[in-house]
């Protein structure tokens, strides 16, 4: 009889949900291929990681390792002791990770260690930046991974110059967008936008969870009162990560006073803060949104197949090429610079952009494609 090939696919934190879904979905084809999906616990309330796995229809994890929040140290070191029982337990023919978060790296280490394969979803992406977690954690699983499924050009040419064999590595798309593809028309029935009392093109949406633009009082203060200039030309709505509350909090009062919390009269700032808002939700409101700020590294994608236009809160992107596109701008943190690129940007009418080459809604379909062909049972 054939055996099954079985995976063991890793999710952490909340980027790595909409990468996992649409992996998950296709399997289903493949009766020859035994899954099994660990959540690492790195993400674990409602807000940050359960409300994902309902709106993404993603199956109840197999195992949860429920590290939860720590130092990046204790978190990493907690993930690994904890997977390495299960790969032990389950032996699997192969470790799929996705993304670049503390859990990425802890599980493809674990399992290189117990001699299992390691696939590496989103492989190749680099922002040069060596101060940025994410960018130790992308270099660090490239190195170890066996198949490295690259979004975007640039991860061809990045592992090529750190000499990652050509036979590793496959470009095969985005499945980010795989997943907002496939859930793009189900996120049009959502009532955010009425719930919000906002109309369509006619508000910017804000994100903010960056080490580098949250752990500094200073740097997170000029960002809330550039915001806050917007904010008063155009309804700004902010969801606001943990991690940036937890910081706006701790800082100080004068930083607090300038924000209003979830659920309070917005009118007294600028700046409409709510909490994390669920996938379908968050999809509906970028892609009526005028402008969107960011420092995330997956919506700058998102907004690029949404045609919105995003202004990047940082020096750098490991995408870059959403810039090439022309939906994307890297505007860096100096508030006047941002505040003028909002004003060019809001001034101008629909946006006409590209879309990158293979950004399509079938990386999945290919990723399993290889991974059978790679894995074939006798
Ligand atoms: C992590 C990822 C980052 C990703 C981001 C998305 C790493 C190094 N960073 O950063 O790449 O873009 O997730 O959100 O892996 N918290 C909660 N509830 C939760 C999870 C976290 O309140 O469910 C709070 C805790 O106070 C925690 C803080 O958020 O200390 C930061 O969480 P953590 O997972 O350490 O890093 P993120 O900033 O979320």
């Not at 009532?191 to 910017?204: F, H, I, N, S, T």
């Not at 001034?347 to 399993?368: K, Q």
Request: net charge negative; glycine share 6%.
């Amino acid at each position: 009889m054939k055996q099954k090939i079985q995976i063991v696919n890793i999710v952490g934190a909340r980027p790595n949900f909409m990468k996992i879904a649409p992996l998950m979905a296709e399997y289903k084809n493949y009766p020859e291929i035994s899954p099994i999906l660990v959540h690492t616990g790195q993400h674990y309330d409602e807000k940050m990681s359960h409300q994902f796995f309902d709106h993404l229809e993603i199956p109840k994890p197999d195992v949860n390792l429920e590290v939860g929040s720590a130092s990046s140290a204790v978190q990493t070191a907690e993930i690994m002791k904890r997977f390495e029982a299960v790969v032990a337990s389950h032996k699997p023919d192969l470790v799929l990770v996705v993304g670049d978060v503390n859990s990425t790296i802890a599980c493809a280490l674990v399992a290189v260690h117990m001699g299992v394969k390691v696939a590496h979803v989103e492989a190749g992406l680099r922002s040069f930046d060596r101060q940025m977690p994410e960018e130790i954690n992308r270099v660090l699983t490239d190195a170890i991974s066996d198949y490295l499924f690259v979004s975007e050009p640039s991860g061809l040419t990045n592992l090529t110059k750190e000499g990652i064999p050509a036979e590793k590595v496959f470009f095969v798309g985005n499945v980010m967008i795989d997943s907002l593809k496939r859930n793009l028309a189900k996120a049009e029935e959502s009532q955010v936008l009425r719930e919000l009392d906002l109309q369509e093109k006619c508000y910017a949406v804000l994100t903010l969870h960056r080490p580098s633009n949250v752990d500094d009082p200073i740097i997170l203060e000029q960002l809330l009162q550039v915001m806050q200039l917007i904010g008063n030309r155009i309804p700004l709505i902010f969801p606001i990560h943990p991690r940036t509350r937890k910081n706006i909090e701790k800082f100080n009062q004068k930083l607090r006073t300038t924000l209003n919390s979830p659920g309070e009269d917005f009118t007294k700032s600028g700046i409409r803060c709510v909490d994390p808002l669920g996938y379908l939700d968050f999809l509906k409101l970028m892609a009526h949104a005028k402008v969107v700020l960011t420092d995330s590294g997956g919506i700058q994608e998102e907004t690029t197949i949404l045609k919105v236009p995003c202004l990047t809160l940082r020096n750098n992107t490991e995408r870059p090429i959403t810039v090439e596109i022309g939906s994307n701008r890297i505007v860096g943190t100096d508030p006047k610079a941002i505040y003028s690129a909002f004003e060019e940007v809001t001034a101008l009418g629909t946006m006409h952009c590209g879309t990158p080459e293979l950004w399509d809604g079938s990386a999945a379909a290919r990723i399993v494609k290889i991974l059978l062909a790679k894995h074939n049972p006798a």
